[in-house]
C-alpha cells in the first residue's frame, strides 16, 4: 500500500451464509441444530464480528461483502424457492425474508472500527461470462438501500437485468453507490459517451458527489474467469478511469 492505494478484503455476506443454510436443501440439517433462524443469525454474525477484528488487527481497512441474496430475491424464477426457505419452521414472506438478510449483515457488522470501511456487492452471478439472476432493485430498495448499515453499495447495471435507477433514491444517509455499468462478462469496449449519460441518469436519484463507476463484478469470480484476455481486462480499468476522470475531475 502506498497514501494512493488502499487493499481491499473480499469475503461472502453473512446474508449469502445464512441463506445455503435456510435453503430447502440444507434447512432438515440445519433444524438439528436450530429451531430459531434468528440464533442461526446471531451464531454467524458472531461468526463474522471475529473474522471482522482479526481482519483489522491484520492492517485491513476495506472489507467488501459480497452478496448473491439480493439477486436472488428480485429474480422471479428463484420466488417459488424462497417462499419455501424456512419451510418447517418458521413460515415466512418475501419481507420477511428480506428483514431477516439486512438483520444478520448489520450484525455482523455492528462492532466494526471506525476507521474501516465496509461495503457490500450485489451479485447476480458471473460464472465464465454467464448470470444466475435477473431482476430490477425495485423491490428489494427499502430493506436494502435504507436499512443495511454499510458505506457503500458496489450495484450491478451493465444491461437491462438490472432495471432503471429510480430505486438508488432509497438509498440512505451518505452513504454511496458504485455504479457497476462497465461489463466483466465481454471484451467489448462500452462506449464512453453513453455510460457518462447513463452516470447522469444515475445522479437525478442520488447526488452525483455520492455516485462512483467500476466494473459490475470482478473478471475472475471462479478459477476459469470470464471470456476476457488480460488485455481486454486491463482496457475496461482503463475505461473506468477515463471516464471518472472526465464527469469527477
Known sequence: EDENTVAKQTIPAPAQFIEQMIMPFALENTSK????????????????????????????????????????????????????????TDKKGLKDIQELLVEI????????????TITTHVCRGNFHSTYAS????????????????????YLEFDDERSGGFEPLKAVSGDKKVVLGLITSKKPELEDKQTVIDRIHDA??????????????????????GNKLTE???????????????????
Open 134 to 153: 435477473a431482476g430490477a432493485y425495485d423491490s428489494v430498495a427499502e430493506a436494502l438501500f435504507e436499512k443495511e448499515n454499510v458505506d457503500a453499495y
Open 33 to 88: 441444530y436450530y429451531d430459531s433462524t434468528h440464533k442461526l443469525a446471531e451464531d454467524i454474525a458472531n461468526g463474522y464480528k471475529k473474522v471482522i477484528a482479526d481482519l483489522y488487527d491484520a492492517g485491513c481497512r476495506n472489507l467488501q461483502l459480497d452478496d448473491c441474496s439480493w439477486g436472488m430475491l428480485v429474480e422471479i424464477r428463484c420466488n417459488v424457492t424462497i417462499m419455501d426457505l424456512l419451510e418447517g
Open 105 to 116: 449483515n448489520n450484525l455482523a457488522i455492528e462492532d466494526k472500527p471506525n476507521d474501516m
Open 203 to 224: 445522479a437525478k436519484y442520488i447526488s452525483l458527489d455520492r455516485l462512483c463507476l467500476s466494473p459490475q463484478c470482478g473478471f475472475a469470480s471462479c478459477e476459469i
Open 231 to 249: 488485455e481486454e481486462q486491463w482496457a475496461k480499468l482503463a475505461l473506468v478511469k477515463e471516464i471518472a476522470e472526465e464527469v469527477w475531475g
